[in-house]
């Protein structure tokens, strides 16, 4: 059985305009002289320059109007380069994302964790207590003993 598209919706289809649009990207280039262009930005050991990708629709400029290099174009903004690299997870970041993960491995909460990490590693806890200004989270076992895990005002696990 063929399907053939709705003459109408060709029609508008064919009418639609073609535009070409221009972004910033990075043009990183590694000691061995290999060059990648990305719009994630370039590895720490590669130069980069921030370039503008202009791609003018066939026929829209002449070849007299190109520009001899493609980072001839000027700039429309110049925009500062952020790295953003840490993840700030409201404790002052006290345990580096290794000794969290082994933390999670070997099921222990310690000062530092947050309390959405300690959920997520122990579950939700059997009940809640507030006192002082200090949260604790307590977990009954399945031997009768309970444990609890102590928080401060801003959520982290307190020391001990």
């Not at 921030?50 to 791609?55: E, K």
Request: net charge positive; with cysteine.
């Amino acid at each position: 059985m063929r399907h053939l598209m709705h003459p109408a919706l060709l029609s508008t289809l064919l009418c639609l305009p073609v535009t070409g649009h221009a972004g910033t990207i990075q043009r990183c280039e590694d000691a061995a002289g290999h060059v990648t262009f990305t719009s994630l930005g370039c590895d720490g050991r590669q130069a980069s320059r921030t370039v503008d990708a202009y791609n003018p629709l066939p026929g829209s400029v002449t070849p007299e109007q190109l520009p001899e290099r493609y980072d001839a174009y000027p700039s429309k903004r110049q925009k500062e380069i952020v790295v953003v690299g840490q993840r700030d997870d409201g404790c002052g970041n006290r345990l580096s994302p290794e000794q969290r993960r082994l933390a999670i491995i070997d099921r222990r909460t310690p000062p530092g964790m947050t309390r959405s990490d300690v959920e997520n590693l122990l579950g939700r806890p059997d009940r809640i207590t507030q006192r002082n200004g200090e949260l604790r989270y307590h977990y009954a076992q399945k031997n009768g003993r309970s444990n609890q895990v102590s928080f401060d005002p801003q959520g982290c696990v307190k020391g001990k």
